[in-house]
């Protein structure tokens, strides 16, 4: 079991960045696939990012696709989230997660953080 703790959300006019950040404790964290989920206020939590142990494979929506990246150090055991080009869309509250398996199926993903809220105005 591993323990993530977000942080980095916060309001960002549309067309601006943020950088997401997720630490990882209690787990070796670069056996775990990453993952980036949001939810937006009255729908349902959706994948956004995955990435491997490794840092050698990623995977994103198609809906932040070209704008989103996602990137980890492992000797620091933390998972970024980098989002250029906000829309008010992207609003949501944003959660990391780990999992055993190369899949953004939610289900497969064990560990969750408590989430970060980012909000994009236009």
């Known amino acids: 079991q591993v323990q993530l703790v977000e942080s980095g959300g916060g309001l960002v006019q549309a067309g601006g960045s943020l950088r997401l950040s997720c630490a990882a404790s209690?787990?070796?964290?670069?056996?775990?696939?990453m993952g980036w989920f949001r939810q937006p206020p009255g729908k349902e939590r959706e994948f956004v990012a995955r990435?491997?142990?490794?840092?050698?494979?990623?995977s994103y929506a198609d809906s932040v696709k070209g704008r989103f990246t996602i990137s980890r150090d492992n000797a620091k055991n933390t998972v970024y989230l980098l989002m250029n080009s906000l829309r008010p869309g992207d609003t949501a509250v944003y959660y990391c997660?780990?999992?055993?398996?190369?899949?953004?199926?939610?289900?497969?993903?064990?560990?969750w953080g408590q989430g970060t809220q980012v909000t994009v105005s236009s």
């Open positions: 209690g787990g070796t964290f670069s056996s775990y696939v």
């Open positions: 997660a780990a999992g055993r398996v190369w899949v953004a199926t939610m289900s497969a993903y064990t560990d």
């Open positions: 990435i491997t142990g490794s840092g050698g494979s990623t």
